[in-house]
């Protein structure tokens, strides 16, 4: 493999695991404001914001903590055959496999985009009592869309250095 190439993995997984490492504290921002939702239940008035912004931090949680998951090998799979092939075998049935995940992620952050140039343009906010602008959560799936992009990208180049018999 090329120093491009090997450059952009070491970009690449260093920046998502990284991130990956920080969101993994984000539990205790969701744990947190629902912890605020109970106590505030109980003994005061109930917040408006508490589901909605406990909603939103488990989407960035997910989103953003996806590349991480996907570099560290914690996707699930069917290990029925796949846990019993050697090394090259996996590292080709899941450089071909790869590309479905780059062309779903391809479509789906189009998508976004769209949705959070939309969501900018007309200031679109959520339709419950709270009313909070979308485009925030918008543009953090953006960003985790990408970045799991990207690390689709280097996860197939590791696959293809695999199969090349070299280590990245």
Do not use: H
Not at 75 to 95: C, I, P, Q, T
């Amino acid at each position: 493999m090329g120093p491009m190439i090997r450059g952009y993995v070491r970009v690449v997984d260093a920046v998502n695991y990284r991130i990956g490492r920080i969101m993994m504290y984000g539990i205790f921002v969701m744990v947190g404001i629902l912890l605020w939702s109970s106590i505030s239940k109980t003994f005061f008035l109930p917040s408006l914001w508490t589901l909605e912004a406990a909603q939103f931090a488990m989407v960035a949680y997910y989103i953003m903590g996806g590349p991480y998951s996907l570099q560290m090998g914690s996707n699930v799979r069917m290990d029925l055959f796949y846990g019993e092939w050697s090394a090259k075998k996996k590292a080709w049935v899941d450089a071909f496999t790869i590309f479905v995940l780059i062309f779903y992620l391809g479509v789906l952050l189009y998508g976004a985009i769209e949705s959070t140039s939309y969501s900018l343009e007309y200031g679109v906010r959520s339709r419950t009592a709270w009313r909070p602008y979308m485009w925030p959560i918008k543009v953090v799936m953006c960003i985790g869309f990408f970045l799991m992009l990207l690390q689709a990208i280097s996860e197939f180049f590791k696959d293809i250095a695999v199969i090349r018999g070299e280590t990245l």
